[in-house]
């Protein structure tokens, strides 16, 4: 395999992030940007040095010869069709979250992929984050034993100052609070402690004057695989700066973000820090896009999964379709789905 072609869907903030990350890479370029504003693509493309052709038309440029993978930064509303498209056309994918605004979408990326089984990796990107590597590793050398308890929140003010509010507060884009952002932390609850079995969540709003079109805090409550419980907050609209709490409570030991206390350290009497970088900014650049794309695409070359790909992510979202089936019913969520 030589040099990956790369067509990407959007020039917003987080596409950006993905241009960069590719164009760093010698076995990678970008050889096509998609976008409904052209002439901004264009002038994105300039200001970040890369060249590729820019085109308003999807359908023409995934079938292209020279596109060999497609990274969905499009509202998620149309994610499902792209995807669909996408794989029908043999083209590898790169997806943000949310997959889709609802299970219909989701069921239909899931039957498209199994019909066209092409390589996938899904942007629930903490999980190239530094800090939820050293967790991971050490809950796989059995630091904490099983983890009987996960907490973890998305606390982040996503107001006027970020050019995705005007669509992300939207009922019809945004669709949750969960759905928005705290898949995040639906998913890093997964991965830290396993499958979850059951949800029950509650929301609220926050000032009267909100523009949100939907309850932007959400509290969802799970009962774990493993016979744990777990817990997620998201708020949206909040004053605070951005936190990612991650509390895991094990047999053997805990963790609070990078403070450990563990088994493994006798004598121990208190947490201990590990210095490294935290999932603490709401900053796009902060986030380890470079990571997710290396991950991909030596995943790819090798013939392995990458550290998220579409089978797994579709149980994160699967959680976060609950979660809010438990908000508007006020009942209890089984899961998986029957």
Known sequence: MGTL??????????????????AARPDAEVTAVISKNTEHAKSRLAELGIEARVTANYEEAVQAADVDAVVLCSTPDLRPEQAVF?????????????????????????EALEKDPVHTVV??????????ANTKALIEDDALGRVYMAQIDYWHHVG?????YRWSKTKA???????????????????????????TAYSCRTW??????FDPNAIAIFKLKNGGIGKVSSSLECKTPYKFN????????????????????????????????????GDVSHHPFVEEIDDFILSLRNGTSTRCDFRDAY???????????????GKSVQLPLA
């Open 5 to 22: 072609k790369f067509a990407v869907v959007g020039t917003g903030w987080v596409a950006g992030e993905y241009l960069k990350a590719i």
């Open 173 to 199: 884009q945004g669709g949750s609070s969960m759905l928005s952002a705290g898949c995040h932390a639906v998913d890093a609850v997964r991965y830290f402690a396993g499958d979850i079995t059951e949800v």
């Open 315 to 329: 149980k994160s979202m699967e959680v976060s379709f609950a979660i809010d089936e438990s908000i508007a019913t």
């Open 208 to 213: 009267a004057d909100s523009e949100y079109e």
């Open 160 to 164: 006027p100052q970020y050019g995705q």
């Open 246 to 281: 991650v509390h895991l409570l094990g047999e053997k030991g805990a963790i609070m973000n990078n403070q450990l206390f563990t088994h493994k350290l006798p004598g121990q009497k208190d947490y201990t820090t590990i210095p490294t970088i935290l999932p603490d900014s």
């Open 86 to 110: 996408a794989a029908k056309c043999g083209k590898h994918l790169v997806m943000e979250k949310p997959l889709s605004m609802d299970r219909a979408g989701l069921w239909s990326m899931a």
């Open 123 to 132: 942007s629930f990107v903490l999980r190239w984050n530094p800090s939820f």
